[in-house]
Nanobody
Framework: QVQVVESGGGSVQGGGSLRLSCTAS????????MEWYYQEPGKLRDLVATIDSSGRTVYRDSVKGRFTISRDNAKKTVYLQMNNLKPEDTAVYYC?????????????WGQGTKVTVSS
């Protein structure tokens, strides 16, 4: 059984910073892709950033230059450093892990962590 737990959300004023963390635990052979998504009320969940097992990263345009995704494979953890936060970044942020167990990929999601940015 694999569990994925996020932390680090909170409330901050515009221009401030937050660092989200997401850690996987359980029976894990390898984590291929680690991603962060965000979801605003009444909207679909959208990809914020992704990092693969080689460390290659992709960001949505609205966060480029402000957010940085990174991973610590030994700790099975992915981070999202969010700088120069804007009110439009307000959302619930979810972590997704694509776990390789025996050559089969499985998707695991965290429970979400809320980020609120005030103007």
């Amino acid at each position: 059984q694999v569990q994925v737990v996020e932390s680090g959300g909170g409330s901050v004023q515009g221009g401030g910073s937050l660092r989200l963390s997401c850690t996987a635990s359980g029976d894990i052979f390898n984590i291929n892709v680690m991603e962060w998504y965000y979801q605003e009320p009444g909207k679909l969940r959208d990809l914020v950033a992704t990092i693969d097992s080689s460390g290659r990263t992709v960001y949505r345009d609205s966060v480029k230059g402000r957010f940085t995704i990174s991973r610590d494979n030994a700790k099975k953890t992915v981070y999202l450093q969010m700088n120069n936060l804007k009110p439009e970044d307000t959302a619930v942020y979810y972590c997704r892990m694509v776990v390789d167990n025996g050559g089969v990929d499985y998707d695991y999601w965290g429970q979400g962590t809320k980020v609120t940015v005030s103007s």
